[in-house]
T-cell receptor, first 113, second 113 residues
Framework: DVKVTQSSRYLVKRTGEKVFLECVQD?????MFWYRQDPGLGLRLIYF???????EKGDIPEGYSVSREKKERFSLILESASTNQTSMYLC????????????FGNGTRLTVT | GQSLEQPSEVTAVEGAIVQINCTYQ??????LSWYQQHDGGAPTFLSY????GLEETGRFSSFLSRSDSYGYLLLQELQMKDSASYFC??????????????FGTGTKLQVIP
């Protein structure tokens, strides 16, 4: 079974702090994604990566950056956390070819105070 | 860009059949997926349609009409454990030509005795 592990289940940070959310997958998947999930808004794509050191903006990249130095690890960075970034963050991975599905981690609930 | 519409809530009786509709707009289309998410859990993949028609997997079926930009998820013989949120997701292109997966806002299904 594919395992996507997010480093923290719950995180509380202060406004202005730099925040790192880590995600690791164990299936050698090429593609990795970061979504945020908010009530009534569904899952919105922040950034994605199709290869090491490659990154592509999703639909709501403002205020975020990402890093993919190794194939199995995809980090989401909040350069200066703000209260409107309080949300559930979901990492996902998938194989690079065909119609393979997304495999999600259990999410990190981030609260910015 | 890409956008999807689905009903926000549906209630159905245990043992009945329920259909969750999804309409989408996308620039470039690879396929339509469905994901299930229980409260507090990660989204999990249910089905994928790339071609028109019905795909059946046990009690769940998914339908796609590419000409109508429309699909639905059909759940038969509803069980209490089917109470969850269901998301449709379209795989299409972004402005850079990369494939990305965009989710709808989700339909919360409540199964009642």
């Amino acid at each position: 079974d594919v395992k996507v592990t997010q480093s923290s289940r719950y995180l509380v940070k202060r406004t202005g702090e730099k925040v790192f959310l880590e995600c690791v997958q164990d299936m050698d998947h090429e593609n990795m994604f970061w979504y945020r999930q908010d009530p009534g808004l569904g899952l919105r794509l922040i950034y994605f990566s199709y290869d090491v050191k490659m990154k592509e903006k999703g639909d709501i990249p403002e205020g975020y950056s990402v890093s993919r130095e190794k194939k199995e690890r995809f980090s989401l960075i909040l350069e200066s956390a703000s209260t409107n970034q309080t949300s559930m963050y979901l990492c996902a991975s998938r194989e690079g070819t065909g119609n393979s599905p997304l495999h999600f981690g259990n999410g990190t609930r981030l609260t910015v105070t | 860009g890409q956008s999807l519409e689905q009903p926000s809530e549906v209630t159905a009786v245990e043992g009945a059949i329920v259909q969750i509709n999804c309409t989408y707009q996308t620039s470039g289309f690879y396929g339509l997926s469905w994901y299930q998410q229980h409260d507090g859990g990660a989204p999990t993949f249910l089905s994928y349609n790339a071609l028109d028609g019905l795909e059946e997997t046990g009690r769940f079926s998914s339908f796609l009409s590419r000409s109508d930009s429309y699909g639905y998820l059909l759940l038969q013989e509803l069980q209490m454990k089917d109470s969850a949120s269901y998301f449709c997701a379209v795989r299409g292109f972004d402005s850079g030509g990369y494939q990305k997966v965009t989710f709808g806002t989700g339909t919360k299904l409540q199964v009642i005795p």
